[in-house]
């Protein structure tokens, strides 16, 4: 007969109490029913865990050493069992998250600030990449939830809008022709060089879209693997860019690029959260998603 957590419950408080009538009582068992516990308990086991002294059960070596060990163990199954509810409960384990460079370093922070207050106990991890490399990390199951600003065709994923933003051109702040400029249209564009993020970037994918349809041909004065990186670019003349009004705003604000706006483009899109179909979700990556969807921040 397997060896049962029952039996070692009950082994261990008739260690306790030294008594099989005050085990009974405290377990709500009749003291047969505790007899035969110990009596399989120490078949399994091969070997004697307590002599009776008169009516009293009192430990040998073995029954001494399982008495140790046992508690170790219902102490681990006690705190499993917490740990667990808490799990379920969304208050307790380890969520981690994925997000494209956008969101991950502009609007993400503050989000995951808030949803820490809401749940203290658990531990959040956050991994920044493209959106590409974020939807690989969600198949592959690194990640339990990306969040993205571009599309992937994936039948095996799942996108849900939660947040809109919007693109902005940016242009050097003097010495271009459009710094001072208001606003172009989309035709103005032909014929000027561009600082695009690198393959796999949703920003890239909605930029290079946007031009593409307007029979733009997008000339690659630089790529780099960072906003910052693009919006440093730009400040130094090596070209345009589109990159999200997040990423930008603070550049635009402080005089070093300049934002114009394109009069017959439409430059919104929105942030998704992703999953994986067939993934089912841990309570705590659920209570994030609907934190997200809230928009409590």
């Not at 996108?159 to 933003?165: G, S």
């Not at 051109?169 to 993020?197: K, T, Y």
């Amino acid at each position: 007969m397997a060896l049962t957590l029952v039996q070692l419950q009950t082994f261990r408080r008739l260690a306790r109490l030294g008594s099989f009538t005050r085990t009974a009582e405290e377990l709500y068992l009749t003291q047969s029913a505790v007899t035969q516990q110990m009596r399989a308990l120490q078949d399994h086991f091969e070997t004697p865990l307590f002599d009776l002294v008169g009516r009293r059960p009192v430990l040998t070596d073995a029954g001494a050493f399982l008495a140790e060990r046992s508690a170790e163990i219902l102490d681990a199954t006690e705190s499993l069992e917490r740990e667990m509810r808490e799990f379920a409960a969304a208050r307790a384990g380890t969520l981690a998250i994925g997000a494209s460079v956008t969101i991950g370093t502009y609007a993400l922070p503050k989000q995951l600030a808030a949803f820490a207050r809401c749940v203290p106990g658990v531990e959040l991890r956050l991994s920044v990449a493209n959106t590409t490399e974020t939807c690989a990390a969600l198949r592959a199951r690194r990640i339990a939830v990306g969040l993205v600003e571009g599309y992937i065709e994936d039948d095996d994923l799942t996108f849900v809008p939660y947040a809109n933003d919007r693109m902005r051109l940016i242009v050097p702040a003097r010495g271009h022709r459009f710094s001072n400029r208001r606003n172009i249209a989309l035709a103005d564009l032909r014929g000027e060089r561009f600082v695009v993020r690198e393959a796999g970037s949703g920003t890239r994918m909605l930029a290079e879209d946007v031009l593409v349809r307007a029979g733009i041909d997008v000339d690659v004065a630089l790529e780099m693997s960072s906003n910052e990186g693009v919006a440093r670019a730009v400040e130094a003349g090596l070209g345009i860019a589109i990159l999200s009004h997040l990423t930008v705003e603070r550049d635009v604000a402080a005089g070093l690029v300049r934002a114009v706006a394109i009069r017959d483009a439409n430059l919104a899109r929105k942030f998704s959260i992703v999953t994986v179909r067939t993934r089912t979700l841990s309570p705590l990556a659920i209570e994030f998603v609907a934190f997200l969807q809230r928009g409590e921040v």
